[in-house]
């Protein structure tokens, strides 16, 4: 069965740092592009990021709102996508998602997968 | 960035009916729009992606259509367990981007 679980949330102060995990398992994790996608309260989705697959090294895009204070990475021994989120704002309360995005030829389905997602409060 | 306009922001439909959510893409190259369903409380689901392209699982009641700029997702004969709230998304280019939603009643 494939599966995402996000792990690490919890509530932070202005300024602090967290680093989200997501544990992945029932797929080849090194041939999927994986994105964290968040939603704060009461809001819409908002793409965060990206980590490409093995065969396109593992490359990343992030979102204007987080370029420059988030980073995304993956252990492929571990099948884990991290999260680290320095120099948190309130603005970056939110459920966070891991998502698998299938882009292999001739497979170019999107996200297709979700996680349950984990809460992140940044609050003083 | 590319803008995703979602029409209606909420509608109410009776079970068995027929619906169309719309997406308007402030400009788009390719196809590349997918839709989800969120519940309350709960993950998005993957419904459609390219646009048209019903992902692994997903009844075929959900059909998803468009071109150039406006994209559409019909529900047909609409269930009880239909409720919630559809996104559009577009990942023609970064940043990708998500319509604002549209809720789903069923009466």
């Known amino acids: 069965e494939v599966q995402l679980v996000e792990s690490g949330g919890g509530l932070v102060q202005p300024g602090g740092s967290l680093r989200l995990s997501c544990a992945a398992s029932?797929?080849?994790?090194?041939?999927?592009?994986m994105d964290w996608v968040r939603q704060a309260p009461g809001k819409g989705l908002e793409w965060v990021g990206r980590t490409r697959n093995k065969a396109n090294s593992f490359t990343t895009e992030y979102g204007a709102s987080v370029k420059g204070r988030f980073t995304i990475s993956r252990d492929e021994s571990k099948n884990s996508l991290y999260l680290q989120m320095n120099f948190l704002i309130t603005e970056d309360t939110a459920v966070y998602y891991c998502?698998?995005?299938?882009?292999?030829?001739?497979?170019?389905?999107?996200?297709?997968?979700w996680g349950q997602g984990t809460t992140v409060t940044v609050s003083s | 960035d590319i803008q995703l306009t979602q029409s209606p922001s909420s509608l109410s439909a009776f079970v068995g009916d027929t619906v169309t959510i719309t997406c308007r893409a402030s400009?788009?190259?390719?196809?590349?729009v997918a839709w989800f369903q969120q519940k309350p409380g709960k993950a998005p689901k993957s419904l459609i992606y390219?646009?048209?392209s019903l992902q692994s699982g997903v009844p075929s009641r959900f059909s998803g259509s468009g071109s150039g700029t406006d994209f559409s997702l019909t529900i047909s004969s609409l269930q009880p367990e239909d409720f919630g709230i559809y996104y559009c998304?577009?990942?023609?280019?970064?940043?990708?981007?998500f319509g604002q939603g549209t809720r789903l009643e069923i009466k």
């Open positions: 400009q788009i190259n390719r196809n590349y």
């Open positions: 390219a646009g048209s």
């Open positions: 998502v698998r995005t299938t882009w292999t030829q001739p497979r170019l389905y999107g996200m297709d997968v």
């Open positions: 998304q577009q990942y023609d280019a970064y940043p990708l981007t």
């Open positions: 029932g797929f080849a994790f090194s041939d999927h592009y």
